[in-house]
């Protein structure tokens, strides 16, 4: 089936650092990507729509210039967290569009634990 | 370590039939349930969440789905489906400890013909 392979699983990193996040659709073109984040002890939160070629669409609410996508490829979208702070730690996850015979389908990546100290 | 397994890839019914979507899941520890919807082209939307309390839980368009634990069951139903309400559907489960990491299912897509 279909892997969503997103790196690195966890980093920490101190606080008023960038940090990068992939994430690779290893076996099928992806021209839609999603980027969540997981609260403690709640649901997903989805944080933005990253569209390959184009410029991603944020949430109300999302920082732009906080959470830097990048989809420059059909087969890796990216997250930067720049400057990071202590608020900013959480489990982060992403989601790719497999567009096959007319239908969509979504697979997810492994989630990254991001800890800001 | 926790996983979840949803039966069935695809789901098809009628307009106004019952919509019954299997999830099973397995957790060393106490866990919390949800189900996500994703239409096509969107991001995911919680429907409904099972944390604590009632095992029987209501969610949004007239889903509902009930926490089994002696069955390690979270499926999700509705009494009548729409044509609006085909899309794609995620159980997910992370346990009751406010840092697990969600762990998802792989998906069925319900398909609702006239």
């Known amino acids: 089936g279909a892997v969503v392979s997103q790196h690195p699983s966890r980093v920490i990193c101190k606080s008023g650092t960038s940090v990068k996040i992939e994430c690779r659709s290893l076996?099928?073109?992806?021209?839609?990507m999603f980027w969540y984040r997981q609260f403690p002890k709640q649901s997903l939160m989805l944080m933005a729509t990253?569209?390959?070629?184009?410029?991603?669409?944020?949430e109300q609410g999302v920082e732009k210039d906080k959470f830097l996508i990048n989809h420059a490829s059909l087969t890796l979208s990216t997250l930067t967290v720049t400057s990071a702070h202590p608020e900013d730690s959480s489990f982060y996850i992403c989601?790719?569009?497999?567009?096959?015979?007319?239908?969509?389908?979504?697979?997810f990546g492994q989630g990254t634990r991001l800890t800001v100290v | 370590a926790q996983s979840v397994t949803q039966l069935g890839s695809h789901v098809s019914v009628s307009e106004g039939a019952l919509v019954l979507l299997r999830c099973n899941y397995s957790?060393?520890?106490?866990?919390?349930l949800f189900w996500y919807v994703q239409y096509p082209n969107q991001g995911l939307q919680l429907l409904l969440k099972?944390?604590?309390?009632?095992?029987l839980v209501k969610g949004i368009n007239g889903f509902e789905a009930e926490f089994k634990k002696s069955e390690t069951s979270f499926h999700l139903t509705k009494p009548s489906a729409h044509m609006s309400d085909a899309a794609e559907y995620f159980c997910?489960?992370?346990?009751?400890?406010?840092?697990?990491?969600?762990?998802f299912g792989k998906g069925t897509m319900l398909l609702v013909s006239p």
């Open positions: 989601s790719a569009l497999s567009n096959r015979q007319g239908s969509s389908q979504a697979f």
């Open positions: 076996d099928f073109q992806a021209t839609t």
């Open positions: 990253s569209n390959e070629g184009s410029k991603a669409t944020y």
């Open positions: 957790s060393s520890v106490p866990p919390y």
């Open positions: 099972y944390t604590t309390g009632a095992t």
């Open positions: 997910a489960v992370r346990a009751a400890d406010g840092y697990s990491t969600l762990t």
